[in-house]
């Protein structure tokens, strides 16, 4: 019973949240292009599908997902958990103690990233208008693949206290050299592979890790340091597509020009 | 009737293989690395199938509702040839979609947390809430102009990375003026404004618009409406962050 209610407070949500884009949907739909919608019944059927299933799914990530994926992220910054021997000082613990913390942090970047709903709509999309050229589960997996070393790297800046401007700002610096030299197919939808990563799944597991590591690490205040970890699962998947397309177009290059002579 | 039920089927095997990974890194965090055993399994598995259920769900509407609906806005307003609706309906979609997009609103209660302890703002109930509302008021605007130029790139043909090129350096040189503890928040601001029901609508309006216009590539011109709007609101939190220290 209580778990109907909570679902049913979950779809009030998610039905508050689709509410604007409805509105504007069919605002304009009505008002400026005054046009029937073909297959209406079909899609309505596809809003409902959208709205009863997101709900489901936050449902159920909120129910079990987050509070274990939450605690789990605390006890594993907990200098209990750091410093088994009991010997060492608590406000020296050395970078490398971190290591379940970053091993969680890359697998967790990963395993939410695959699961993330929006990357799921962008690959398929990206697969259907290129032909197959660009599979969904190989888009999917170069975005994870980047997501996951950005959040270990994004944990390890928490830990050492490194400023966030100047990864962010290196980071800025390597797209846009990678933007000279990559195919031009995969510029944009690089850059898109960035904004879709962190949604639903991402964000919430994501910002407990943060801002539990920077409470737990010694010298680090949550507020200056514990954001900052959704920025950096934004900004490599862009790399790891770029590179993985121009890997590709290299590839390719050496086996044309093996094939010619 | 059957044809459905296997659509429904196959996007099922296909929720489960995604949904494995996470719950095989947290059994093995938690059983081997913390070793503590799982606390409420029963929860778990519950919590679990509504999961892949509702990924599922989620799957098969994009294909019978988001997408073809995105689309079909697109080729309309292709049709009708107005650029200033299209250039208006973009707007619209990108404010609002953000303005009521629940991460953000945390995030701008965050922010004014932030600007109270930095005693930019009085820290009564009234000008936290001012403030928040001022910054949400804010990233929608972004998100909507964003949602714009992206839109006239698309028809005028602009290469994408001037106008993100552009938007890092605006990041650049904001970063250098804007008060330390907002600077966090705005990176993280950009991640959180892309909401899962919007980036499908997005898409499918970006690539419905590119295939419409004769010169125009889907794969190269229609993406890249996300990561503009990803990006401007780094700026306007930044610059919100900057008019009111």
Same mark, same amino acid.
């Given at each position: ?134 599979? @969904?589960?190989? /888009?999917? #997996?170069?975005? *994870?693949? =980047? $997501?996951?070393?950005?959040?270990? !790297? ?51 597991? @994501?910002?407990? /890790?943060? #801002?539990?590591? *920077?409470? =737990? $690490?010694?010298?680090?205040?949550? !507020? ?38 | ?245």
């Amino acid at each position: 019973m209580n778990w109907l209610i909570e679902f049913l407070q979950t779809l009030l949500l998610t039905v508050l949240d689709v509410l604007p884009i409805a509105a504007v949907l069919i605002g304009f739909q009505l008002l400026v292009l005054r046009r029937r919608i073909a297959n209406l019944g079909r899609v309505l059927i596809g809003f409902a599908c959208v709205i009863v299933g997101l709900a489901l799914f936050l449902q159920g990530l909120e129910q079990a997902l987050f509070p274990l994926g939450t605690l789990m992220a605390a006890q594993l910054t907990a200098p209990e958990f750091l410093v088994t021997d009991g010997s060492a000082v608590l406000d020296t613990i050395p970078w490398q103690d971190y290591f379940w913390v970053y091993a969680f942090a890359f697998c967790i970047g990963f395993s939410t990233t695959i699961a993330e709903p929006a990357l799921i709509a962008v690959a398929m999309k990206a697969e259907r208008i290129s032909g197959g050229a660009i599979s @969904v589960m190989g /888009l999917r #997996l170069t975005v *994870a693949l =980047g $997501v996951a070393v950005g959040i270990a !790297l994004g944990s390890w800046r928490i830990v050492t206290g490194a400023p966030l401007e100047h990864f962010i700002m290196a980071g800025y610096l390597i797209v846009v050299v990678q933007t000279v030299f990559a195919p031009r197919m995969i510029i944009a939808l690089a850059y898109d592979s960035g904004g879709v990563t962190t949604s639903t799944v991402t964000v919430p597991l @994501v910002a407990a /890790l943060g #801002l539990g590591l *920077a409470a =737990g $690490v010694p010298g680090r205040s949550p !507020l200056l340091d514990g954001f900052g970890l959704i920025a950096f699962a934004s900004l490599f998947p862009i790399i790891a597509v770029l590179a993985y397309a121009q890997i590709g177009a290299v590839v390719k290059r050496t086996r044309g020009s093996e094939d010619k002579p | 009737m059957i044809l459905a039920s296997r659509f429904f089927f196959r996007t099922l095997l296909g929720s489960l293989r995604d949904l494995a990974p996470i719950f095989l890194v947290i059994a093995v965090f938690q059983l081997l690395v913390l070793g503590q055993p799982i606390p409420d399994p029963g929860g778990l598995l519950m919590g679990a199938l509504l999961v892949v259920v509702g990924l599922t769900l989620f799957v098969m509407g994009l294909e019978l509702g988001l997408f073809p609906i995105g689309e079909s806005m697109a080729h309309d307003f292709a049709r009708k040839g107005s650029l200033f609706w299209l250039l208006v309906f973009g707007f619209a979609l990108g404010f609002g979609t953000t303005i009521a997009e629940p991460a953000l609103i945390a995030v701008a209660a965050e922010a004014a947390r932030v600007a109270a302890d930095g005693a930019w703002i009085a820290s009564d109930e009234h000008s936290l809430r001012q403030y928040a509302l001022g910054l949400r008021l804010t990233v929608a605007f972004s998100v909507g102009l964003a949602i714009l130029v992206g839109l006239l790139r698309i028809i005028h043909g602009w290469p994408v990375h001037y106008l993100i090129i552009a938007g890092y350096l605006g990041v650049v040189v904001m970063t250098r003026f804007a008060p330390a503890e907002i600077i966090g928040i705005a990176y993280d601001s950009g991640g959180v404004t892309t909401s899962t029901i919007t980036v499908p609508l997005v898409a499918a309006l970006g690539i419905g618009l590119a295939s419409t216009i004769k010169g125009r590539n889907p794969v190269v011109d229609g993406f890249g409406l996300i990561a503009f709007a990803s990006l401007t609101p780094i700026i306007g939190v930044m610059a919100y962050g900057v008019l009111w220290s």
